[in-house]
């Protein structure tokens, strides 16, 4: 989300002074009201990986999101869309469009929740488009080495574990962030936020209080049920990486950061 101008407080974007001293990349790329799609993302994030290469510097990738994490380093791929074949292909009822996939892909259900309207018809968009069923996207290289965690770019991978205290920690930092002004901001924004960013935790959470709809009270104890929800996904998707060294929490920042460099040094460097 801080790829957002504007969505400054509420996403703990570098400061000002922090992007001075460090380069920082894939910050501030699109508006508010803009789509800013994984795909886009990754795009951004492979030219400035091939540009830090050329010029034989390493990034540091720090954040939450994990499709966007193994967008920049693994080979996950996004197939077209179209409006117009999905409208089409909208228009068919449930049962029919499950069918046809089937139809097509005898072992779809293998690899398409079938029960899932959604799945299918992307599923049925990307066949019409590239004539790849299922079966045939799972059968590829790429696909396999996605499976198997063989990343595109060679890369070390540390987890901090948030050990005991988490909730703690995610209140006073949400305190933090409205002694900022995170209120005020999302004030700002919320005529402006666009259908994937105001779905981004601190401002969906505020956009009733700021509505009129709800107490501050209200607002931030939903920013905290969000915040650890976050938290709880994020572990169990990365949990699944098996190229995660996981490091114990420190309430020192200073020794986290000394015991993530030593382990920087003995972590392994997974390559394709």
């Given at each position: ?11 703990a974007?570098?400061?000002?002074a ?9 910050v501030?790329l699109?508006?508010?009201?803009d789509e ?38 693994d ?10 074949v ?27 929740d079938l029960?899932?309207?959604?799945r299918?018809l992307?599923?049925?968009e ?6 790849l ?18 990343p ?12 005991d205290?988490?909730?703690?920690r995610a ?12 209120l ?6 919320a ?8 779905q981004?935790?601190?401002?969906k959470?505020?956009?009733p ?6 107490s501050?009270a ?18 169990t998707y ?5 190229r ?10 200073a ?13 392994p460097?997974?390559?394709?």
């Amino acid at each position: 989300m801080q790829v957002y101008r504007g969505m400054d407080i509420g996403t703990a974007k570098p400061s000002a002074a922090d992007r001075r001293r460090v380069p920082h990349h894939l910050v501030d790329l699109a508006e508010p009201e803009d789509e800013f799609t994984v795909a886009e993302f990754q795009a951004a994030g492979h030219e400035v990986l091939e540009d830090l290469a050329r010029r034989d510097a390493r990034a540091l990738v720090a954040g939450g999101s994990g499709l966007h994490f193994r967008a920049l380093v693994d080979p996950l791929e996004f197939p077209p869309t179209d409006p117009g074949v999905r409208a089409g292909l909208a228009a068919l009822p449930e049962p029919e469009a499950r069918r046809r996939l089937e139809r097509a892909d005898p072992g779809a259900a293998d690899l398409v929740d079938l029960a899932n309207p959604r799945r299918v018809l992307r599923a049925l968009e990307v066949l019409e488009l590239t004539g790849l069923t299922p079966s045939r996207r799972a059968a590829r290289p790429e696909a396999a080495a996605l499976r198997e965690y063989r990343p595109t770019t060679p890369l070390k991978l540390l987890g901090v574990d948030p050990g005991d205290g988490l909730a703690e920690r995610a209140a006073a930092r949400i305190e933090r962030m409205h002694e900022r002004g995170l209120l005020d901001e999302v004030r700002r924004l919320a005529p402006r936020l666009g259908r994937t960013a105001r779905q981004a935790v601190n401002y969906k959470e505020l956009l009733p209080v700021v509505a009129g709809e709800a107490s501050l009270a209200a607002g931030k104890e939903a920013q905290l049920r969000a915040t650890l929800a976050l938290a709880k996904r994020q572990r169990t998707y990365f949990g699944r990486d098996p190229r995660v060294a996981w490091l114990p929490w420190h309430d020192d920042p200073a020794e986290r950061a000394r015991a993530a460099w030593a382990a920087l040094q003995e972590a392994p460097t997974w390559t394709s």
